[in-house]
């Protein structure tokens, strides 16, 4: 049976308009106005809301093994999370360590996804070695659907990869025409900051963003510019928090290298002195890179409503109190991370849209459209159109809510965004045609979710 929405005003990253949409096998197949439909078809009356394309969060965390503990979500809470706050489809970080086997890896973030997921999602495939083994292993990752790399220039012996094995990801990564996305921080820097500043006796988590200061990310920035501009390679830097930073990107841009700019959700509400609270509460907002100094935000504000800071995602990645905890006599062990993809779209349209520091479609390119052509979801995703994937979000732009821990589904104990309040929450999330969220409450299919294969842009080699 097909489904008619009617009444409602079409927003893209491009244009609005008052038109009906037509979904039949899970696609858009028309849209105009007083559409002829056949008998039996549900109708959906969207008056008085905004209808976006399903939102795309390209910066996810689910399975995270991490700093001796693991992040607390499953893909049975994050994804029917991620679909209440609006967002379709999500593209996780697989996140093996140094020591562990890339394709093993691959196959087990693979098997947390199938059959559990309520939204779509692809992987973005984390090299945190690179051998000979490594190589091979990521051609047939490649080959599986996930073209898109990640490399961490932070969090040493972990994750963290030297400069030899960046320039062996960027050379695979240029020959297959992959993307890669980075974590741009010194790791030596970090490493060698952290220790002084535990041996000075500094170990609250107000610590944590002078050990890792605006300098460390724009010479992490830097550096993945200059390997990008030597190699040919395409990048993303994910994350990016700060003025320094952006302009690292910005000039490397100028110069036409291939990069485009993350930030996320934290850094455009919150900034450094949420990890000065005392103890726990400070612990709560120890993320990488850090919270910063206020004035940043409106750095990021602009450059995203200029375009300049491509895309806006979450960086999602809870850790409860508990776990917290382990870092109350170091700040060095406070699990970095902290929740957000249930929120992003509701606070980036409230503080950033009906504020007027983000043009209304460009918070639908930088959430949804932007990434989606990026990682190559585009135009299955990320559009309303002829063709394209039925993952349709009604927005009520007339609720009024504020978030509390209590009442989210992501599995943490508590919020960063307590007692902030939204103008505006998805009414109708459609996955595919099928509603999966009704009015804040999930209504759909928990294991609906698919995994999304995605090519490559066309490598050096490719005709
Ligand atoms: O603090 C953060 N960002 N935690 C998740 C891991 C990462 O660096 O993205
Ligand atoms: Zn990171
Ligand atoms: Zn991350």
Redesign the pocket.
């Known amino acids: 049976m097909g489904v008619l929405i009617r009444n409602g005003e079409i927003v893209t990253s491009e244009g609005r308009y008052f038109a009906d949409i037509y979904v039949e096998d899970q696609t858009i197949t028309q849209i105009g106005k007083d559409l002829d439909v056949p008998e039996g078809t549900e109708v959906i009356d969207a008056t008085g809301k905004l209808i976006f394309p399903g939102f795309v969060d390209p910066h996810v965390?689910i399975h995270l093994p991490?700093m001796g503990t693991f992040a607390k979500d499953t893909y049975e809470t994050a994804s029917v999370a991620a679909l209440i706050g609006g967002t379709t489809s999500l593209i996780e970080m697989c996140c093996p360590s140094r020591q562990e086997d890339a394709l093993a890896a691959y196959r087990l973030w693979k098997s947390k996804a199938e059959g559990r997921s309520a939204c779509d999602y692809a992987f973005h495939m984390a090299v945190t070695r690179f051998d000979a083994q490594t190589e091979a292993q990521l051609r047939e990752i490649v080959a599986d659907g996930t073209a898109s790399f990640k490399v961490f220039l932070s969090y040493k012996g972990f994750f963290g990869v030297d400069d030899g094995e960046l320039y062996q990801t960027l050379k695979l990564a240029r020959e297959l025409g992959v993307i890669v996305t980075a974590?741009c921080e010194n790791a030596e820097l970090v490493s060698r900051l952290q220790q002084d500043l535990l041996a000075a006796g500094k170990i609250g988590p107000e610590w944590h963003e002078p050990s890792r200061p605006e300098t460390v990310e724009a010479e992490g920035t830097g550096r993945f510019a200059a390997f990008l501009e030597t190699t040919g390679a395409t990048g993303y830097v994910v994350?990016l928090s700060c003025a320094p930073a952006l302009k690292a990107a910005l000039e490397a841009k100028a110069r036409g290298v291939k990069l485009s700019v993350e930030s996320v959700l934290p850094h455009f509400l919150l900034d450094k002195s949420y990890a000065e609270r005392d103890g726990i509460e400070g612990m709560k907002f120890v993320?990488?890179p850090p919270l910063r100094d206020r004035r940043n935000q409106t750095v990021l504000w602009n450059a995203l409503d200029g375009g300049e800071i491509d895309t806006v995602g979450t960086?999602h990645?809870p850790f409860d109190v508990e776990q917290k905890l382990l870092g109350k006599d170091a700040f060095t062990a406070i699990p970095?991370?902290i929740p957000g993809v249930e929120d992003r779209v509701n606070l980036m349209y409230t503080y950033g849209v009906k504020r007027g520091r983000l043009n209304l479609h460009r918070f639908v390119d930088a959430l949804s459209t932007r990434a989606s052509k990026l990682f190559g979801l585009y135009p299955r995703k990320g559009e309303i159109a002829v063709g394209s994937d039925a993952d349709l979000v009604i927005y009520d732009p007339a609720y009024r809510g504020t978030i509390s821990a209590r009442a989210q589904h992501v599995n943490c104990d508590y919020s960063g965004f307590e007692g902030v309040e939204i103008e505006g929450r998805p009414a109708l999330v459609l996955v595919r045609g099928k509603v999966q969220v009704r009015e804040g409450e999930f209504v759909g299919e928990r294991g609906r979710g698919e995994f999304l294969r995605r090519k490559p842009e066309g490598g050096v080699n490719a005709s």
């Open positions: 965390h991490f974590h994350h993320m990488s960086d990645c970095n991370g």
